[in-house]
T-cell receptor, first 113, second 113 residues
Framework: GAGVSQSPSNKVTEKGKDVELRCDPISGHTALYWYRQSLGQGLEFLIYFQGNSAPDKSGLPSDRFSAERTGGSVSTLTIQRTQQEDSAVYLC???????????FGEGSRLTVL | QKEVEQNSGPLSVPEGAIASLNCTYSDRGSQSFFWYRQYSGKSPELIMSIYSNGDKEDGRFTAQLNKASQYVSLLIRDSQPSDSATYLCAVRNSGGSNYKLTFGKGTLLTVNP
C-alpha cells in the first residue's frame, strides 16, 4: 500500500510569506505527527493528531505555526510570516496507536530566503 | 525534559564487521523503543522495535534492551557499505504524552569497503 505522502517536496520562499505543507497519512493510521529536522539537529516534535481528540500542539515553536487535520486524514501545516530560522525539513509521520511505530513521509524541505 | 543520548560518531567499521550503536534514555517509565535508519537527504525509516528486556533479532540486525540500565543498543552483523547512514534511537514517552517519540540526534555509521 501507499506510504505517507507529503507535498511539496521542496519549497523556497521569501521571508514574510506564508507557506502550507500537506501530509496524507497511511490509510487506516489514526495518529498523525509533524516533526521538524534542522540541519545537523535531531527531530523536533511539533504537533500530534489522534482521531477526533484535541491535538497536542505543545511543540509548535510560535503562534505563526498552525496545523489542522480534516476528516481524520489529510493534514496541513501552515507557517505564517516565515522567518529564516524556519528553514528545515518538515516531516510527517503516521502510526497505528496500538504499536506506536511511526512511518515517515519523505519530508518537505523549506528554505526561507 | 525527556532525553535520548547517542554518540554522534562517526562510527567507522570495515565491511563484514559488527557495528554496535548505543543509546541511553532518561525516561525510566518508557516501554517502547525504536531504531530508525536515515540515509543522507532522506527521511527516517523504521528498522527495529523492541519492547521487552533482552535481545530481538531481525536478519542482520539485533536490538538489545536493558530497562534497568536505561540502555538500548543496535548491532549490525556483516556490515555492508549500504548500511552507511545515520541511525536514530527513539523512545516512546511514558505518562500522559505516551504517544510521543523522543529521538536522539543519531549516530553516523560509515562502513568501509
Amino acid at each position: 500500500g501507499a506510504g505517507v505522502s507529503q507535498s511539496p517536496s521542496n519549497k523556497v520562499t521569501e521571508k514574510g510569506k506564508d507557506v502550507e505543507l500537506r501530509c496524507d497519512p497511511i490509510s487506516g493510521h489514526t495518529a498523525l505527527y509533524w516533526y521538524r529536522q534542522s540541519l545537523g539537529q535531531g527531530l523536533e516534535f511539533l504537533i500530534y493528531f489522534q482521531g477526533n481528540s484535541a491535538p497536542d500542539k505543545s511543540g509548535l515553536p510560535s503562534d505563526r505555526f498552525s496545523a489542522e487535520r480534516t476528516g481524520g486524514s489529510v493534514s496541513t501545516l501552515t507557517i505564517q510570516r516565515t522567518q529564516q530560522e524556519d528553514s528545515a525539513v518538515y516531516l510527517c509521520a503516521s502510526s497505528l496507536v496500538s504499536t506506536g511505530e511511526l512511518f515517515f513521509g519523505e519530508g518537505s524541505r523549506l528554505t526561507v530566503l | 525534559q525527556k532525553e535520548v543520548e547517542q554518540n554522534s560518531g562517526p562510527l567507522s567499521v570495515p565491511e563484514g564487521a559488527i557495528a554496535s550503536l548505543n543509546c541511553t534514555y532518561s525516561d525510566r517509565g518508557s516501554q517502547s523503543f525504536f531504531w530508525y535508519r536515515q540515509y543522507s537527504g532522506k527521511s527516517p525509516e523504521l528498522i527495529m522495535s523492541i519492547y521487552s528486556n533482552g535481545d530481538k533479532e531481525d536478519g542482520r540486525f539485533t536490538a538489545q534492551l536493558n530497562k534497568a540500565s536505561q540502555y538500548v543498543s543496535l548491532l549490525i552483523r556483516d556490515s555492508q557499505p549500504s548500511d552507511s547512514a545515520t541511525y536514530l534511537c527513539a523512545v516512546r514517552n511514558s505518562g500522559g504524552s505516551n504517544y510521543k517519540l523522543t529521538f536522539g540526534k543519531g549516530t553516523l555509521l560509515t562502513v568501509n569497503p
